[in-house]
């Protein structure tokens, strides 16, 4: 049985967009129950329901960016009644906190564009870009309540050229998130994810 995967997105879903073909081509053992945006406009939330996954906008109910009070609880009421195994931010620009965090110890991913602990926060591509780094990538790791700090699952290095723009090597980096998104799912699907330590052991679980 594939586990229920909950996505919450706030922009264009291209991440969103490869974890569900590659559910539908049993590529992951994921399916996408449900997907929530933060964002009533998100392109994301049009290629879900072409996808004929449910999804929907949720008002956060705030300017600042982080999820919090009554947003927060209809956010986690939404993932828990589609009986939710695995929180996929993909894309999600608000930080969660304290009570969403518990409610899903261990069971919450991001990914970020960027080698972390490199290059945390915004504009990530960037920020490397402006260090003149060499190389950069991306991470998939386990959320905690410091923001891009969780332990890290899996990391993906792609090389910085000279004449790279923000375009150029954002579109480089996220060819190889979509690869180890998907990749990292799978692995938490099949039991194959254990934290030790902060740290996460690939291959410790039941699986
Ligand atoms: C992706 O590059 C993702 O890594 C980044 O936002 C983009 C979303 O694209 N996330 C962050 O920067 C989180 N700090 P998408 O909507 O096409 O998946």
């Known amino acids: 049985m594939p586990i229920k995967l909950g996505v919450l997105v706030s922009g264009r879903g291209t991440n969103l967009q490869s974890i569900i073909d590659k559910s539908v081509s049993s590529l992951i053992a994921a399916e996408v129950a449900i997907v929530i945006s933060d964002k009533p406009n998100a392109y994301a939330l049009t290629r879900a329901r072409e996808a004929g996954v449910p999804a929907m906008y949720i ?27 695995l929180v996929c931010l993909a894309g999600f620009m608000r930080i969660l906190k304290g009570k969403f965090i518990r409610e899903f110890k261990w069971k919450i991913m991001n990914i970020h564009p960027a080698l972390l602990p490199s290059f945390r926060g915004l504009s990530a591509q960037k920020q490397a870009l402006d260090r003149g780094v060499r190389f950069s990538g991306a991470t998939v790791h386990f959320v905690t309540e410091n923001v891009d700090k969780g ?11 000279q004449d790279d723009t923000e375009e150029s090597l954002s579109k480089r980096i996220l060819l190889e998130e979509h690869r180890i998104y998907a990749e990292a799912i799978d692995l938490f699907a099949k039991g194959q994810l254990e934290v030790r330590d902060n740290r996460v052991i690939i291959g410790g679980g039941n699986g």
């Open 59 to 85: 008002d956060p109910r705030t300017d600042k960016p982080i999820l919090t009070g009554e947003a927060e609880d209809d956010y986690i009421r939404f993932l828990k009644d589609c009986h939710v195994n």
């Open 151 to 161: 332990p890290i699952i899996l990391q993906a290095v792609v090389p910085v050229y």
